[in-house]
């Protein structure tokens, strides 16, 4: 079945600086990579999702990249905010059913 | 347009007893997934419904839990004789149908407590 490995498990940047957090999967056959963002004691929020057809996505200070062969995505904010603290989760599906998760990035911002 | 739906937010159960977890998911969504969440760690996938259909179970214990989506109603997770190692945070989420195409979106979870 399909594996998710995720880096770094926890990041800490200043304000204003990029943070890079990177996944790989196992299974060729995925091809939807969603990202999860999780505030303490909340929901998991979906905030960028790219499909296998597609090598980069963007919507304002966050952008996701996927390499197929190399089977890794990678999520980037910019300009990083202390808002943007968080657990961060990498997910990968194919087929249409379960998402299989990495073990999340615990990023923090500080100011 | 009200989001997934999850109740009760927080449980306690006394070894032994049942849990019943409720999930209603988004308006115009037919497809229920849940999750179970360890202190720290990621999701791990559980069992994936459609109405009155069982989709995907793979990833359910094959003891003491079960899951239905009836045509009428929430969805229910149900956790027979509920032991410490059940303590974790439940998530449900819902979309619109099934394919790698379509976002999940999750609820607040159900935060269960095994005494």
């Known amino acids: 079945g399909e594996n998710v490995e995720q880096h770094p498990s926890t990041l800490s940047v200043q304000e204003g600086d990029s943070a890079v957090i990177k996944c790989t999967y196992s299974d060729s056959a995925s091809n939807y990579f969603p990202w999860y963002k999780q505030e303490l004691g909340k929901r998991p929020q979906l905030i960028i999702d790219?499909?296998?057809?597609?090598g980069e996505k963007k919507d304002q200070r966050i952008a996701v990249t996927l390499n197929k062969t190399a089977k890794h995505f990678s999520l980037h904010i910019t300009e990083t905010q202390p808002e943007d603290s968080a657990v961060y989760f990498c997910a990968a599906s194919g087929g249409g059913t379960a998402l299989i998760f990495g073990k999340g990035t615990t990023l923090s911002v500080s100011s | 347009n009200a989001g997934v739906m999850q109740n009760p937010r927080h449980l306690v159960r006394r070894r032994g007893q049942e849990a019943r977890l409720r999930c209603s998911p988004m308006k115009g969504h037919s497809h229920v997934y849940w999750y179970r969440q360890l202190p720290e760690e990621g999701l791990k996938f559980m069992v994936y419904l459609q109405k009155e259909n069982i989709i995907d179970e793979s990833g359910m214990p094959k003891e003491r839990f079960s899951a239905e989506f009836p045509k009428e109603g929430p969805s229910i997770l149900r956790i027979q004789q509920v032991v410490r190692g059940d303590s974790a945070a439940y998530f449900c989420a819902s979309s619109p149908g099934q394919g790698s195409n379509q976002p999940q979106h999750f609820g607040d979870g159900t935060r269960l407590s095994i005494l």
């Open positions: 790219i499909r296998s057809n597609v």
